[in-house]
T-cell receptor, first 111, second 115 residues
Framework: KAGVTQTPRYLIKTRGQQVTLSCSPI?????VSWYQQTPGQGLQFLFE???????NKGNFPGRFSGRQFSNSRSEMNVSTLELGDSALYLC??????????FGQGTRLTVV | AQKVTQVQTEISVVEKEDVTLDCVYE???????LFWYKQPPSGELVFLIR??????QNEISGRYSWNFQKSTSSFNFTITASQVVDSAVYFC????????????FGTGTSLTVIP
């Protein structure tokens, strides 16, 4: 059974640009959530999608958005990138919300 | 508000020593889940265990064991006879049944096992 796949693994972007990250959950999982991990703030919840609907949202500015497709794949978008957006972005998929399986993450560097 | 505290930022042990990672949580919910995840240098969070709030039975899985005590709001993790491959950052996390995949993570404990 394939795990959670995140693409790309690494990204370098310039301030002011926008970026889209992709997450393919484990087959059969309908819930996908996103987390930002930084040395200063640790792991912080961004949002969760379930059956194409945003079910939960963390405390991040509107520059951070996401969506989920009918095949449960999810994308996360960050517009007008800031230096502080440099982080490891982790995606997690879950079948029943009780266990989450994480991907290897996308490491975003904003210069 | 949900909160998870891991007071140990870094721990170093010599191979074959036992080590306990502490986790204390805060929640007003009576039903909740507790988790431990391992994050090796590759970055992926590896699921280790889930416990629900009604199950205080301790669990052992090979060299890993977990001690859940509601009276002290703690969910500690012990590695017996540590090995170099155990070197990683370990996270404790809390979620509630209505929060979907919204996990509240501790700040993590970086474990280094010295050969």
């Amino acid at each position: 059974k394939a795990g959670v796949t995140q693409t790309p693994r690494y990204l370098i972007k310039t301030r002011g640009q926008q970026v889209t990250l992709s997450c393919s959950p484990i087959s059969g999982h309908r819930s996908v959530s996103w987390y930002q991990q930084t040395p200063g703030q640790g792991l912080q919840f961004l949002f969760e999608y379930f059956s194409e609907t945003q079910r939960n949202k963390g405390n991040f500015p509107g520059r951070f958005s996401g969506r989920q497709f009918s095949n449960s794949r999810s994308e996360m978008n960050v517009s007008t990138l800031e230096l502080g957006d440099s982080a490891l972005y982790l995606c997690a998929s879950s079948y029943d919300g009780a266990e989450a399986f994480f991907g290897q993450g996308t490491r975003l560097t904003v210069v | 508000a949900q909160k998870v505290t891991q007071v140990q930022t870094e721990i170093s042990v010599v191979e074959k020593e036992d080590v306990t990672l502490d986790c204390v949580y805060e929640t007003r919910d009576t039903t909740y889940y507790l988790f431990w995840y391992k994050q090796p240098p590759s970055g992926e969070l590896v699921f280790l265990i889930r416990r629900n709030s009604f199950d205080e039975q301790n669990e052992i899985s090979g060299r890993y064991s977990w001690n859940f005590q509601k009276s002290t709001s703690s969910f500690n993790f012990t590695i017996t006879a540590s090995q170099v491959v155990d070197s990683a950052v370990y996270f404790c996390a809390l979620s509630d049944p209505w929060g979907g995949n919204q996990f509240y993570f501790g700040t993590g404990t970086s474990l280094t096992v010295i050969p």
